[in-house]
Nanobody, 125 residues
Framework: VQLQASGGGLVQAGGSLRLSCAASGRTIAAYVLGWFRQAPNKEREFVATISRAGTVRDYADFVKGRFTISRDNAKNTVNLQMNSLKPEDTALYYC???????????????????WGRGTLVTVSS
């Protein structure tokens, strides 16, 4: 499977963006999906993950209550709705996938085997 993220851009603090990640090559239904981000001069970090059927989600503490991850297996997409954005959310955002089991979510970056190219989110103060 190949992944392509989109939807990044420039937004003012307090605003919203919706990132999308389109998969191709094979269905994502067998994959646990995640979003990660990497700010300048920082390590890549976990943001959100969603189980194969979309019934279980997990978030980094710094985005809880602001970001929502969702997926549409029929459309082969995973999305990240980002609200109440802060300047510290500025980063390259990546979607990633790894084959998993029902109900599983994965927060460890090292477990993911497929990565899309990042999409840049810039939040101005």
């Amino acid at each position: 499977v190949q992944l392509q993220a989109s939807g990044g851009g420039l937004v003012q603090a307090g605003g919203s963006l919706r990132l999308s990640c389109a998969a191709s090559g094979r269905t994502i239904a067998a994959y646990v999906l995640g979003w990660f981000r990497q700010a300048p001069n920082k390590e890549r970090e976990f943001v959100a993950t969603i189980s194969r059927a979309g019934t279980v989600r997990d978030y980094a503490d710094f985005v809880k209550g602001r970001f929502t991850i969702s997926r549409d297996n029929a459309k082969n997409t995973v999305n990240l709705q980002m609200n109440s954005l802060k300047p510290e959310d500025t980063a390259l955002y990546y979607c990633a996938a790894v084959q998993g089991v029902t109900g599983q979510t994965i927060t460890s970056i090292d477990r993911y085997t497929v990565w899309g190219r990042g999409t840049l989110v810039t939040v101005s103060s």
